[in-house]
């Protein structure tokens, strides 16, 4: 098993099931704030996490940004490594997640093209 989904109410389940994906607004819920550029709309992450993880399993985020895939992460119960190359955002998220469990989660400052720095984690 790939996920956590029961593929015998597949037409139940909160995940879109069509090819296209057709999205009518943006989760702006919870701490979705929509203030940084370039930022996910957050069913995207949440569409592939619910397909391609189980709950519990480790989602790494290389481009870490604003958090949106580790908001999504949080909401469905997996765990998450997110790196990002500025500190700013790394404030950012660890502001928004003050109150969160965090055995749940890790996040730090790195330039992923750094080989010798990345392999350290
Ligand atoms: C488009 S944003 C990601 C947005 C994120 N998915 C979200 O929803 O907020 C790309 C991020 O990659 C980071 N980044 C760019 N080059 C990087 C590098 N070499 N190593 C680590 N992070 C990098 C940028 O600082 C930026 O926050």
Redesign the pocket.
């Known amino acids: 098993m790939v996920n956590d989904l029961n593929l015998y109410d597949w037409k139940e389940l909160d995940i879109d099931v069509n090819s296209l994906w057709l999205i009518n607004e943006r989760d702006k819920s919870g701490k979705h704030a929509n203030v940084?550029?370039?930022?996910?709309i957050p069913q995207i992450p949440y569409q592939l996490i619910s397909r391609y993880t189980k709950k519990d399993e480790i989602v790494l985020?290389?481009?870490?940004?604003?958090?949106?895939?580790l908001y999504e992460c949080e909401k469905l119960d997996r765990k998450f490594i997110g790196?990002?190359?500025?500190p700013k955002?790394i404030d950012y998220v660890n502001l928004q997640m003050n109150d969160s469990d965090k055995n749940k989660f890790d996040i730090f400052e790195?330039?992923?093209?750094n080989k010798d720095k990345f392999s350290n984690f």
């Open positions: 940084y550029h370039g930022n996910f985020d290389t481009f870490l940004g604003s958090g949106t895939t790196f990002d190359i500025n955002m790195c330039d992923v093209r």
